[in-house]
C-alpha cells in the first residue's frame, strides 16, 4: 500500500492538471530505508509529448546525486496519461527500473467516466505489474 499525505497527492495532481495536454513527470524522494514519501520532485517531460514521457539524462543524474547526498531514494516515480486510463502502458513497464520504488499514473482524461482525472499506484517488478491501495493521510 502507498501512504501518501494529501498535500503531495495535490502537488501530483496538480502537476498532472498544469502540463495537460503532455505528460507530467516527477518523483517524491523520502528518506532512504523508510518507504516514506516526503519531498515532491516535479521534473520536466524532455519529449513534451502528450503520449510520452522521459525525464531529461542531465536532470536525472542531479536528482540522483542530490538524493544521494541527502540519503534519500525515489519512494514514488509518477506521470500523467493525458487521453487513456492511469494504468501502466508497455513502454512505462519497460522503463520501470527501481524495483522499490511505488509507480502512481495520474489520468487527466475526462472522457472515461470516472471524473477528470484517476489517481493510481502499482508496484513494477521484473516487468510485472501490480496495483496497491493508495491511503491519502493528513500527515505521517
Same mark, same amino acid.
Given at each position: 500500500m502507498l501512504t501518501i499525505t494529501q498535500a503531495l497527492y495535490d502537488q501530483i495532481v496538480a502537476h498532472a492538471r498544469e502540463?495537460?495536454?503532455?505528460?507530467?513527470?516527477?518523483?517524491?524522494?523520502?528518506?532512504?530505508?523508510?518507504?516514506?514519501?516526503?519531498?515532491?520532485?516535479?521534473?520536466?517531460?524532455?519529449?513534451r509529448s502528450p503520449t510520452f514521457y522521459e525525464f531529461d539524462s542531465?536532470?536525472?543524474?542531479?536528482?540522483?546525486?542530490?538524493?544521494?547526498?541527502?540519503?534519500?531514494?525515489?519512494?514514488?516515480?509518477?506521470?500523467?496519461?493525458?487521453?487513456?486510463?492511469?494504468?501502466?502502458? @508497455?513502454?512505462?513497464?519497460?522503463?520501470?527500473? #527501481?524495483?522499490?520504488?511505488?509507480? =502512481?499514473? +495520474?489520468?487527466? &482524461?475526462?472522457?472515461?467516466?470516472?471524473?477528470?482525472?484517476?489517481? @493510481?499506484?502499482?508496484?513494477?517488478?521484473?516487468? #510485472?505489474?501490480?496495483?496497491?491501495? =493508495?491511503? +491519502?493521510?493528513? &500527515?505521517?
Amino acid at each position: 500500500m502507498l501512504t501518501i499525505t494529501q498535500a503531495l497527492y495535490d502537488q501530483i495532481v496538480a502537476h498532472a492538471r498544469e502540463d495537460h495536454p503532455d505528460e507530467a513527470c516527477g518523483v517524491v524522494a523520502g528518506p532512504a530505508g523508510t518507504g516514506r514519501p516526503e519531498r515532491f520532485i516535479p521534473m520536466l517531460n524532455a519529449a513534451r509529448s502528450p503520449t510520452f514521457y522521459e525525464f531529461d539524462s542531465q536532470d536525472l543524474l542531479k536528482l540522483y546525486r542530490e538524493m544521494d547526498d541527502r540519503d534519500e531514494e525515489p519512494v514514488i516515480i509518477y506521470h500523467s496519461h493525458t487521453a487513456t486510463e492511469a494504468y501502466p502502458s @508497455r513502454t512505462d513497464i519497460g522503463y520501470a527500473n #527501481e524495483p522499490g520504488a511505488h509507480y =502512481v499514473l +495520474v489520468s487527466t &482524461a475526462d472522457g472515461d467516466g470516472l471524473g477528470d482525472f484517476q489517481f @493510481r499506484s502499482f508496484r513494477i517488478l521484473d516487468g #510485472e505489474v501490480s496495483e496497491e491501495e =493508495v491511503d +491519502v493521510v493528513g &500527515a505521517y
